[in-house]
């Protein structure tokens, strides 16, 4: 147990030459390097290291540039004060200013309002245009079920497209994440909720009429209006649901996946028509007409919007084309984008947007990547991890390349943040967007940088200029998931040796999978709140 | 936007769409009769005229019901009467004092009622053609439709006794 946990070095704080980062690239560039080098060697022969057993981890060294700073001074925490009683974040003002997320804290709450209003709308409509007394019999029942379910499915497609809409108010209020997140989650009960209303309203077609349930499908088919395009909408359904279970897709290239879900538009247009012609709630002039008609003219709306006018507007603003490429480990490469009004992009640290090179391999794809350097007017910087052949491919595209950016997106943002302290836990490519926030997170946040060993480390001499400049603590973890270090931080009492007042901070998770579960698990041992925790936008 | 700001607007709406969705369905419960579309459901029945003054006549009908109360000639339209799935209104045509034909109109959407009038109709029809009466017997999941006929029949008889 007492044990010095080596592999929790802080910043170090040896070097004084912080490169300023909105300044000629090819400086910069052409430091990094050797910089890192220089941080790493120092950092090896056990220079700058910080050594700290479980109990007295916090001494403050009389060397370090962070021990005049923030609270720990202002507290008069001496060098061997408990850690808990020493390091309360920003003490009073913590209370006094209120956290910066009051202000869209609301945003999200409403959409969810909003969805459950419009369910039970949906449910009323048939609720209410159905007096009980009608649901005398076992056909009567059957076809009951079949409307309301009906009534349900329409509702949650309408909802799947436009949380698929790409509008930048529901990109930046719910962000990426959760709406992905959302959408498999209703995509299920989609599936569901589609399949009984086409089973239970069939049979109880059948049952009313007296015919078999093969005669009525065939009724169904030839008497009624829109009904082959609807059963054509749910095969579709039922195919894309199949495929999307994890397995499978898991098995098919993701360009092929892409554009096997992209016709599920096609159900939207196929099962628009039987919902007005057959729908017994719709085919009547009346507020459940207007109602449904709306919920149509709002999600058309949403979707022309996200995917074509705002993306449009955005790049004939800015054309962003690809400044610099400069190598940042053996495995990553940033991309520097420059482009027209730069200053008036609205976007921040910690967001994401959807880039596509043009002219580079690959370019009728567009990705997800967050930007590792707060937009600063001048310049805009994403970082990639070469993972796959589209990922290695970016590191060879050439400056001048114009860029079709979307976005911006995403909540992974110090506006987002319930408390005023912050922790940041970066694991690997997870790295850029935590790089990003710092910028414009508040003296004493803590980053927490999971890797794999020193040639993993990317932004070593910014991380280093930036605990400097802004009193920001960061602690590397590095090694293997088994060693002893990175297995110790995944713990409760590992998390509060480096973060003593975790629970009053907002965490930001970034990384690979794996290490984002053991850390919310840490953190729900911790008693973190989850309103506390942002995911970044990939980790699905 | 705030947490409190968020939760009223949220909840206003909801409320409001809530409460119009109630509100348009107690609307659509008792509709007028005019959305309604006739079925060509009886092809020996001509269109539906206004009661002509045909002459009273006491024919003795050859049926035993029919015969009780003597019908005039005409062609006799019977109040519409309204149930949950839309309204049936039922037309005879009296000559001799007999029903010799009849025709209803009925709700045409959505397609479940189409289905389930379009199916009920053609019997009703003949059983009260063949009754004399609009003691017709109800028909198997067509309940609505067969209490709503036998009241447009009755008032379309009793429009024909007067």
Redesign the interface.
């Known amino acids: 147990m007492t044990a010095p946990l080596s592999s929790y070095p802080r910043a170090a704080p040896d070097r004084q030459t912080v490169p300023d980062l909105r300044t000629p690239l090819d400086a910069r560039g052409a430091s990094a390097a050797s910089d890192l080098r220089t941080v790493l060697d120092s950092r090896a022969s056990g220079g700058p290291r910080t050594e700290f057993g479980p109990r007295d981890g916090f001494a403050p060294r009389t060397d370090d540039p962070r021990a005049g700073f923030g609270s720990r001074a202002a507290h008069g925490a001496s060098a061997t004060a408990d850690p808990r009683s020493a390091w309360p974040p920003a003490g009073g003002e913590a209370r006094e200013t209120e956290p910066p997320a009051a202000r869209v804290a609301g945003n999200r709450l409403l959409i969810v309002l909003l969805f459950w209003g419009m369910f039970a709308t949906s449910v009323g409509l048939w609720v209410f245009a159905t007096p009980p007394s009608t649901l005398s019999g076992k056909a009567e029942i059957v076809t009951g079920i079949g409307r309301v379910t009906g009534m349900i499915g329409g509702f949650l497609l309408l909802t799947q497209v436009l949380m698929m809409s790409r509008v930048s108010w529901l990109e930046t209020w719910i962000g990426g994440h959760d709406l992905i997140r959302w959408h498999r989650w209703i995509g299920g009960w989609l599936l569901v909720s589609v399949l009984a209303h086409a089973g239970y309203t069939t049979v109880g077609y059948a049952l009313t009429s007296r015919s078999s349930v093969v005669d009525q499908t065939v009724t169904l088919w030839t008497d009624y209006d829109d009904m082959v395009g609807a059963f054509t909408a749910a095969g579709i359904m039922v195919g894309v649901g199949a495929l999307a279970i994890r397995g499978v897709r898991r098995r098919m290239p993701y360009e092929l996946w892409h554009w096997l879900h992209l016709t599920t538009y096609a159900i939207l247009i196929l099962g628009y028509g039987h919902q007005f012609s057959a729908g017994a709630e719709l085919s009547e002039e009346g507020f459940a007409r207007l109602y449904w008609t709306a919920l149509y003219a709002l999600v058309i709306s949403c979707l022309v919007w996200g995917r074509v006018i705002e993306p449009l507007w955005f790049n004939l603003r800015h054309r962003l084309c690809v400044m610099d490429v400069v190598p940042e480990s053996d495995s990553m490469v940033s991309i520097y984008v420059g482009g027209r009004n730069l200053d008036r992009l609205e976007a921040r640290a910690g967001q994401y947007f959807r880039w596509r090179f043009l002219g580079a391999r690959g370019w009728w794809q567009s990705h997800p990547f967050s930007l590792s350097a707060a937009p600063n007017g001048t310049w805009l910087r994403l970082t990639v991890s070469a993972a796959g052949r589209y990922t290695a491919g970016l590191g060879l595209v050439r400056p001048g390349t114009r860029v079709f950016a979307c976005g911006p997106s995403g909540t992974f943002t110090a506006q987002h943040r319930v408390r005023r302290a912050a922790l940041l836990i970066a694991g690997g490519s997870g790295i850029a967007p935590v790089r990003a926030l710092l910028e414009e997170l508040p003296r004493g946040t803590v980053v927490v940088y999971r890797a794999g060993g020193p040639a993993d480390i990317v932004f070593g001499d910014e991380l280093r200029g930036l605990a400097q400049r802004r009193g920001i603590d960061v602690r590397y973890v590095l090694g293997s998931r088994d060693e002893p270090g990175p297995r110790r931080l995944f713990t409760p009492e590992g998390m509060r040796e480096i973060v003593p007042d975790v629970k009053q901070r907002d965490v930001y998770l970034c990384g690979p999978p794996g290490m984002v579960r053991a850390a919310l698990a840490t953190l729900s041992d911790l008693r973190v709140r989850r309103r506390q925790i942002h995911l970044d936008p990939f980790e699905f | ?7 009223v ?3 206003v ?3 409001a ?2 409460f ?10 008792t ?1 007028d009769t005019g ?1 309604t579309a006739s079925g060509d459901l009886a092809p020996a029945a001509e269109a539906p005229a206004p009661a002509s003054k045909a002459p009273a006549s006491r024919a003795p009908g050859g049926k035993a019901p029919a015969r009780r109360i003597g019908l005039k000639d005409g062609v006799f339209k019977g109040a519409a009467s309204v149930n ?1 799935y839309g309204p049936i209104q039922v037309t005879i045509r009296v000559a001799g004092g007999k029903i010799t034909a009849l025709r209803a109109t009925h709700a045409t ?5 189409r ?2 009038n379009t ?1 009920a109709i053609p019997v009703l029809r003949q059983e009260a053609l063949s009754a004399q009466s609009a003691q017709v017997d109800t028909v ?5 439709t067969s209490g709503s006929f036998r009241t447009s029949l009755q008032s379309a008889l009793a429009a024909a006794r007067r």
Do not use: C, H, N, Y
Not at chain 2, 109 to 113: I, L, M, N
């Open positions: 936007m705030r947490r409190t700001s968020a939760a607007i949220g909840t709406t909801s409320a769409l809530i119009a969705a109630k509100l348009g369905a107690d609307a659509v419960e509709p959305q949950q959407t959505p397609a479940t009622t289905q389930v199916r198997s999941g067509a309940t609505f």
